[in-house]
Nanobody, 121 residues
Framework: VHLAQSGGGLVKSGGSLRLSCAGS????????MAWFRQVPGKEREGIACISSTQYYSDSVKGRFTISRDNVNNILYLQMNKLKPEDTAVYFC??????????????????WGQGSQVTVSS
């Protein structure tokens, strides 16, 4: 199982970015997948999870969308209406099994390398 992230960068408040996470060694469409983010000194936060259901944290609900391209084996996070408080390192992850119990770090065993997202005011 390997996850390779791309995307991220610097954007102004109110702007949009899309993160990508290409999977290899497994099929993204069959496994529980997620996006997390982390800022220095804080816990890694699960913001969007997907399997047969979807979950969004209150902090991103209505602005971010998690999706899967099952043909190309890619997980996406579309981020709209970005705010300075969205600034963080973002990680994709998989449970390595069909579902996820909860959108929490302890459920996920495989991680991407991380992508910095910086939102300027």
């Amino acid at each position: 199982v390997h996850l390779a992230q791309s995307g991220g960068g610097l954007v102004k408040s109110g702007g949009s970015l899309r993160l990508s996470c290409a999977g290899s060694g497994f099929t993204i469409g069959y496994y529980g997948m997620a996006w997390f983010r982390q800022v220095p000194g804080k816990e890694r936060e699960g913001i969007a999870c997907i399997s047969s259901t979807q979950y969004y944290s209150d902090s991103v609900k209505g602005r971010f969308t998690i999706s899967r391209d099952n043909v190309n084996n890619i997980l996406y996070l579309q981020m709209n209406k970005l705010k300075p408080e969205d600034t963080a390192v973002y990680f994709c992850a998989t449970t390595g099994r069909r579902d996820y119990g909860s959108c929490e770090r302890r459920e996920f065993d495989y991680w991407g390398q991380g992508s910095q997202v910086t939102v300027s005011s």
